[in-house]
């Protein structure tokens, strides 16, 4: 008998392991409940792209993005925000998979890991969401965007508090009436699911002079006190690097706000491929952020392999440098900022999140560069803004302080290039980082500029209105 | 005036809220009453060594005696062997049976042949060693009883009719709550089924309360607040099968009681042993014979439009086959008859085909043959497991690796391989703690839902607690047929009641984990709940083994 029972022991284990695979269950579903939940075949949130029973989303001032009146999702009747904030709410197809309406479906219809789905319709808590976003101001910046009918982007953001007040892609389209795309208009609608903001990276041209001014900064003591001579191209590793127009004898402040090409492929190659490596992977470059659980497009920098042409290029942020809107929203807002970026986010109330709520999660602040490099890139941005961009349009950035790095970079093959501008504002009242992209239109300053100027005015009005 | 439609749903919400912890109550209920009413550990004889005069006590029904430390009485005597004899103690007094010692064993001086019985005061005589046989009431040490026995308060266990009360009154709740969320035709039918089980549940009641006047009926009122549980959920989903489902479990209990009946005497089971084998081996060949082929397995039978599982019997022959009593398992010609009869059964199961039947064919014969074995034995049954392992990853090669490629990354293959798992997921996460409501759920539209994906199914529409809760209450059945395991009245019931529970916590969590994409899916049923008529009845089958092993069962009436 003792035997036996001895032997039962063994079965004794059998429970204990039952037991604790059990408890591995358990920790799986806490986990992941809310990405079960979230499928396309979930009959519980089914109707309306499963939005039957969804919430009300907000913007930061109130208004009304998208609701569900008797069964039906019905989106803002402005169709300028309704095409605007198309990649920010979302629509029924649940296509754009890093939109609101997507991500957080299941709460929305008022999923709880408790609760689950389907109470009785008396009892159903639908959750709303407040988005951070103004209404009006992406409507704004999303027409001068679409002006143009290029794919693109355009980002707003306080890099105070890390709301995220405009963000446009294009192209887009209405969600109250979505397009049947097939072989005759696929070609209109290449990459209308993808939000340009966040899962984008483009080559990034000169704004990249940011980055490489940084490294100078820190590893070039008689930076203020030189001067290179631009012929308008030279022969760097045996290959030519040109410049936009021969400037001539060049200080390095002239040259940041005149962006000359020569000056910086060759404090590139000065610096040399470490140290360009060490900084641009210090200013996060290669890094991914994460928004409301949305992992941002990778940026790319990397010259290990690179000979002295393509190094020098890379200093141009030409080679095959990379970068993220979003991204560099976030870089621009760091230097406003004294060097500390903080985390975007689009969600301001109501996402249920519970680690959100016990504050766990709370928008993350981290150095991005250092103090010092962070008050000589404000200065010198500043001087371009004012010195160099305002002489060339009346009105610029009206009513605020902005420093800013336009970029043109060349993409090859038959496309023109992307327009880019970068940047932020200093004032205290309207702490604002933005990023500006136009694919395949031209000058930066030409194009991405105007979409900038209309983002950052209603941004501002925006928050000076106490929104 | 208040909504009126929002107090009815808010009662409805309040009922599923109400019933894990209902739940809860009654497994906690059943499983406390098992502990009650036990005899205090005391001796029940004395050997005391004529020697030294030590005094050594006779605590089970079946004592092994020898030098091997494994023995229940440990003589270090170099004249006695290994195994020398067995003590038992049968319904007619106490007997002692030598068991291929070197040395013979004498009472009162005379060699016994066989089986000899043995009185208070004679003397017994091993090795070089005298014992005489003496009463327990001289025993006055105390002894240590097993930790799940201990601090048992003296407040009597919940009465029967009343733990009873409680599990018709569950099901009920569950009926109410189909009544609710349905569509709009039969809304009776709930009420119906819920009748039907309630007439099952208390005409079982009833029989081993008054007909075979047993006391306890705990183990019984569990299995019944589960079979009710399989047999309520099935009734918004295909409510033929719920009657299919009450009748299989019917029939289960009759087995249920005629296998108790059956193994009463444990010296007259040997007779039974060769005619179960015939009865094993027909089974399994008028499967292959009959049955017909689905999925490349030929497992089920179909009468009319019943269809029946034959192998789900032969598990519940094979462990009464496997099973003994400790004289016998201690002899080799058992052992040898048990080991051809498993190369029969291995052979058939390899010409059916069934992958997930033949697993559980090598658990339980892996479970049967570990619980028997000691010394020399050990390794003759290992070779059998090995030769019974290499046919059956032969077999089933092209079977497994098919189920093991979606193996946690069923999201990849979400409409395919992956596609069960997958749904069983979202559901059990859209249910919530409290469920979605019985009937309500949408898991049922998937095929198997009702058997190999049931958990999900539970779980869905009642709440991820009732459905731990209820897994667990059967996994416990383990720690209970441990706890009995030395007062049972002999090695046969200790043997099977271990297996049987053993064989249950298998099964279930080959069901559970292989739904949730924590093992690979096999289609094996969950005890109790999952619908299908044989598999039930060979879960009340099972659990007659470890009714039988509760010494309370054939000793105490009421």
Known sequence: MKRIMRRNTLILLFALAF??????????????????????YNAHVSGSGGLEQAGVIYDRSGYILAETVDGDRVYNDNSSVRRGLLHTVGDNSLNISTAVQSKYRSQLSGYSLIWGLNMPQSMRISHDITLTVDASTCAAAYDALAAYGKKGACVVYNYK??????????????????PEINESNEDQYDGVYLDNVLSSSYAPGSIFKIVTSAAAMENMSDLYTRTWNCTGQKEIG?????????????DYKTAMSHSCNIVFAEIAVELGRDVMNETAGKMGINKSYEVDDVKTAKGHFDVTDANDNQLAWSGIGQYDDAVNPMQMAVLCGAIGNGGKAVNPTYIKDGSGDLLKLIGFNKPKEYDLI????????????????????????????????????????????????????????QDEDAPLAFACVVEDSGYGFEYACPVADVAMKYAAACLRNGG | MPDLSFIFDAGVVALRVLLPVYAIVIVYQCYAAMRRRRRTEKPLVTLCNMKTGSVIPILFWENSIGRSKGSDVVVSDLAVSRNHCVLLRRKEGWFITDVGSTGGTFVNGVPIEGRAQVLINDVITIGSTDFEFRRGEEFQAPLKSSWFFQ???????????KLMLMVTLFHFFMAVEAMYWNDGTNPQSPLILFGALAAVEWGFFCVSYFALRRVNFELEALALFLTGIGVMILVRQVERSAYIQLIAAAVGMVMFCVIIKLIEDPDKISRFRFPMMIVAVGLLLTSI?????????????????????????????????????????????SLIEFIIFSMICVGLLALMGDFGTALIFFVTFLLIAFMRSGDIKTIILAVAAAAFGVTFVLRFKPYVADRFKAWRHVWEYAQAEGYQQTHVLTFIASGGLFGVGVGNGFLKQVAASESDLVFGLVAEEMGIIVAITIALSVALLVIYSRAITTRSRSTFYSISAGCAAGLLVVQLSLNIFGATDILPLTGVTFPFISCGGSSIMSVWGLIAFIKAADERTYSIKR
């Open chain 1, 19 to 40: 037991i604790g695979g059990i408890g591995f269950f358990s920790f799986e579903l806490i986990v992941n409940a809310e990405a079960w939940v979230d499928q396309p």
């Open chain 1, 161 to 178: 508090t890390g709301e995220v007040l405009c963000s446009v892609s294009t192209p887009g389209y209405d969600p109250a009436n979505p």
């Open chain 1, 238 to 250: 045996g290959h030519m690097v040109t410049c936009t127009e021969t400037h001539g004898e060049i």
């Open chain 1, 370 to 425: 250092n103090s010092n490099t962070a008050s000589q890139l404000d200065d010198v941005m500043r001087y371009t803004v004012r010195d160099y961009y305002s002489y060339q349009r009346s009105g610029l950035f009206e009513g605020l302080s902005v420093c800013a790095k336009t970029g043109t970079a060349e993409v090859g093959e038959d496309k023109k290039p992307n327009a880019w501008m970068v940047g932020y504002s």
């Open chain 2, 151 to 161: 601090k048992v308060s003296n407040k009597p266990a919940i009465k029967a009719w």
């Open chain 2, 289 to 333: 014979l009959f049955g017909k082929i689905t999925k490349g397995a030929a497992n089920w039978i179909y009468i009319g439009s019943f269809s029946f599982q034959p192998s789900e019997l032969v598990k519940i022959i094979y462990i009464f086959i496997g099973a003994g009593t400790l004289d016998k398992l201690q002899t080799k010609k």
